[in-house]
């Protein structure tokens, strides 16, 4: 078997949400649990760091790796979905999942899938943690794919629990309330297992979560409690963020920071909310027996997508034309996006295009009407037809055009700009993944 043969048998044997969405999602842990058995726990063999949120996880996550690495820890790492290349869902200390090793877990699985049924993404899972154990990984960090509570992800006993924040989006899997969601993240939590809240401004999701904590004696920390961040300023790079000096995080005996400068080589304004959980998160495994100094967590802030090859954050992905592209990808995630472009106060050229089972409406309300557009969808079959995401934007007061592809609509954009305009990608993960595709094809 090729890795294009075992790729070709993961996506056609397995139910996949990324292509399919809602007919692939499969709740519950039945499947997992007995695929786990099959594979004698594989997740037991290291230390476990479990990640869910609307928005946020996968900075979060990255960067939690990063700091580990910096420490010196050997670390596993799984997220979803991936841009351009399958294995980008699993990393150990940052290098992708070999191709030898998806052959050959995709050859030892094949007669579980037609006894189990698996899903894509239950399938997914079981590889990253059977390649966590045999890489000998000291410590991994897993990102929920959807929700938490019924998440394929569950399974695992972690040595600490972290929530991103809570927004609306996946409400016909989740809930159409923030309280219904926050139910549904709040399932990762596991008793006498600390718990990290980033961003709960709701009453009614913080109760939530103080309930759950309190049921199962699970010590729980609000990040906006713990890190003040006074300013953010804009570096080439990243972030230089200056921290209250009564930021708890700088106060208490167990303090992991001298100074309240830091550097983030993340950009966006989505990042002061997850440099918080990051900050607080580290501290909370500190204290639960990971060790990280000072100078490891700096300087895991500093180069998190050089050693993770984390992607599609605010990214730069042209100077001349400015180009940037993000994956905020509902209301919350697109309003950061244009806080971003509406900072630059330059002209704005915007290629977007959305799946057809977002709240499309809400995420159009949030853009920039300023801004002209150029509609398009991504290359999988959940993509909106850009005519119908024109004619749904044209409602919200946007103007602009439909393009049938990536590749026509950034052409067109390039073709009609001025020397000051900006362009920028989004909508959607996946457009995101054609623009990189796009890259490495025509070396942007």
Not at 105 to 134: D, H, I, N
Not at 158 to 185: F, M, N, R, V
Not at 230 to 235: R, V
Request: glycine residues 8%.
């Amino acid at each position: 078997m090729t890795y294009q043969e075992a790729l070709h048998f993961l996506y056609t044997a397995t139910p996949v949400f990324q292509r399919d969405g809602g007919s692939a999602y499969k709740p519950g842990l039945e499947t997992t649990r007995a695929l786990d058995a099959y594979y004698q726990h594989p997740h037991t063999a290291y230390k476990t760091i479990h990640v869910a949120g609307t928005n946020g996880k996968g900075s979060t996550s990255h960067s939690l790796a990063s700091i580990l690495m910096a420490s010196g820890y050997r670390v596993g790492l799984f997220t979803s979905p991936h841009l351009v290349d399958f294995r980008e869902r699993i990393r150990v200390d940052g290098e992708v999942v070999s191709e030898e090793f998806v052959i050959s877990f995709v050859e030892e699985v094949r007669p579980l899938v037609e006894q189990y049924r698996p899903s894509f993404f239950e399938l997914t899972t079981l590889m990253a943690l059977v390649y966590f154990r045999e890489a000998h990984v000291d410590v991994a960090v897993i990102e929920v794919g959807m929700g938490g509570r019924l998440d394929s992800t569950n399974i695992i006993q972690p040595l600490l629990s972290i929530i991103t924040g809570i927004s609306l989006d996946h409400t016909q899997y989740l809930g159409d309330t923030l309280k219904e969601i926050a139910g549904e993240k709040a399932g990762i939590i596991k008793a006498k297992t600390p718990v990290v809240i980033g961003h709960a401004e709701e009453s009614e999701v913080r109760q939530v979560f103080v309930e759950r904590a309190q049921e199962l004696c699970a010590p729980i920390t609000f990040a906006d409690e713990e890190v003040i961040v006074s300013t953010a300023e804009p570096q080439p790079h990243g972030q230089l963020f200056t921290l209250d000096p009564s930021s708890p995080i700088l106060t208490s005996p167990h303090r992991l920071l001298s100074t309240p400068s830091l550097f983030f080589g993340l950009q966006g304004g989505v990042q002061q909310l997850n440099l918080r959980t990051i900050l607080t998160a580290t501290r909370i495994l500190t204290s639960v027996g990971l060790e990280v100094s000072e100078e490891a967590l700096r300087a895991g802030l500093r180069d998190v997508a050089q050693r993770t090859g984390l992607r599609g954050r605010w990214e730069i992905v042209e100077t001349d034309p400015l180009l940037i592209c993000d994956t905020g990808h509902n209301e919350e995630g697109i309003r950061y996006v244009t806080e971003g472009l509406r900072a630059l106060e330059r002209p704005l050229r915007i290629i977007f295009g959305m799946v057809s089972d977002k709240d499309i409406t809400s995420a159009l309300s949030a853009l920039p009407p300023e801004a002209t557009y150029y509609f398009t969808e991504a290359s999988v079959p959940r993509a909106m037809p850009a005519d119908e995401l024109l004619r749904l934007a044209t409602e919200c007061g946007l103007k602009g055009r439909a393009f049938p592809t990536l590749a026509s609509a950034l052409e067109t954009a390039k073709a009609e700009r001025e020397p000051q305009d900006v362009l920028f990608v989004g909508g959607s993960n996946f457009l995101v993944a054609d623009l990189l595709e796009y890259q490495s094809t025509h070396k942007l």
